[in-house]
């Protein structure tokens, strides 16, 4: 999930409170000083996460399940079209990874439960693992939901386009508007692209929105059959679009087809609003050739020319045991320090400059030789 999230800026008694505690107890915070103490009493209490249940495992498809989990009480009603990062510990280690919230904040503030909905990444180490080690009554850690992938504050007519799992954050949009009071769209179109007909997530309830609500009407395109995202598909569902804001989500490749064919049709930038699932591909970056010298490790590999992989698979592949969390430039915790060389920054779409240098591996690409502190 490509975002765009604020860093929190801390208060003059935020600050003070963290150099005290540093000081005092070589922590960022009290709470985390006593950490180790409270988990003894209350296992996989974190202190800087909010403590969670598994009610259900829901199952959506065959790669793809939802859990449904009641936050813990210091838990804030978020934005539909955020995201949360959940934490679980797997084989001794915590490991976490973001998901978009696919339920409404109308529905948090009725039941008190949110929903994530999950696709099973193929070759991923968590999202087949969660579903068969997760089960009703387990503890999970969360953060506060967080991400601009938001509706408009203004009821501006929308045009959502969502493909398979991208459909997550605008089903949560679509159930807040269905249950608002507020101000509606006058219409809303949601053209929703999955490879096959058994690959539409939540077919029955959209439907049944759809039909409840005349201000929504919601197209299911099967790819495999009638192509993908085009001209053509805006003229037949849409052909008022350039009057709309959008909302594209959904797998790299198709958002980035998707940017390529508005852009061709002079659509305004600041109309279109898109989420990533994962880092936003590289797009004619000059990536070129390059060694890469693991130095701490000493060990050096060579990738071709068209190579597209980040630096922390690469650094994976190498058993260098890079530190990562989130995979997607979010949580910082896979921070490197480059030594020389110059990286491609997925997410900011810029240059490093070639000396030393904190990056990302997640989201770092080699542009040409690169040494890292690994």
């Known amino acids: 999930m490509n975002t765009n999230a604020s860093t929190e800026i801390q208060t003059p008694l935020a600050k003070g409170a963290s150099w005290l505690a540093s000081s005092l107890v070589n922590s960022q915070s009290f709470a985390g000083f006593f950490e180790p103490l ?28 939802s859990l449904v989990i009641k936050p813990g009480l210091a838990f804030k009603c978020f934005t539909a079209g955020q995201f949360i990062e959940l934490t679980v510990i797997k084989d001794g280690a915590w490991v976490s990874r973001y998901f978009s919230i696919s339920s409404s904040p109308a529905y948090f503030q009725k039941t008190g439960l949110i929903e994530v909905s999950i696709r099973i990444q193929e070759n991923g180490r968590i999202t087949p693992w969660l579903v068969s080690a997760l089960e009703a009554g387990s503890i999970v850690n969360l953060t506060q939901a967080q991400g601009e992938f938001v509706l408009p504050e203004k009821s501006n007519d929308l045009l959502m386009i969502a493909g398979g799992s991208g459909i997550t954050p605008i089903r949560s949009m679509l159930q807040q508007l269905s249950n608002t ?25 959209l439907k049944a929105m759809a039909a ?31 009057q709309r804001s959008l909302y594209i989500c959904g797998p790299s490749p198709m958002i980035t087809a998707a940017r390529k064919e508005l852009k061709r049709l002079n659509f305004n930038d600041s109309h279109i609003h898109y989420e990533f699932f994962g880092p936003e591909p590289v797009d004619n970056a000059q990536t070129g050739s390059a060694n890469i010298l693991f130095s701490k490790s000493h060990k050096q590999i060579s ?46 779409q810029t240059y490093s400059d070639t000396g030393h240098q904190e990056i990302q591996l997640c989201i770092s690409v080699p542009v040409g030789d690169v040494v890292l502190d690994l």
């Open 303 to 348: 990738v071709t020319e068209s190579n597209n992989k980040t630096l922390l698979t690469l650094a994976e592949e190498e058993n260098t045991s890079p530190v990562s969390g989130c995979r997607m430039g979010v949580c910082h915790q896979c921070i490197c320090q480059k030594k020389s060389g110059v990286v491609y920054n997925q997410k900011t």
């Open 38 to 65: 409270v988990q003894w009493l209350v296992p996989q209490w974190r202190a800087d996460r909010i403590r969670s249940k598994i009610t259900t495992i829901r199952h959506e498809s065959s790669d793809m399940y």
């Open 212 to 242: 409840d609500h005349n201000w929504l009407s919601i197209d299911f395109i099967n790819s495999a059959e009638q192509g993908f995202f085009s001209e053509d598909h805006l003229l037949e569902y849409c052909p008022d679009a350039h």
């Open 181 to 205: 009071s507020a101000a509606l769209p006058n219409h809303v179109t949601l053209l929703f692209y999955a490879r096959s007909a058994d690959h539409f997530l939540f077919e029955k309830e």
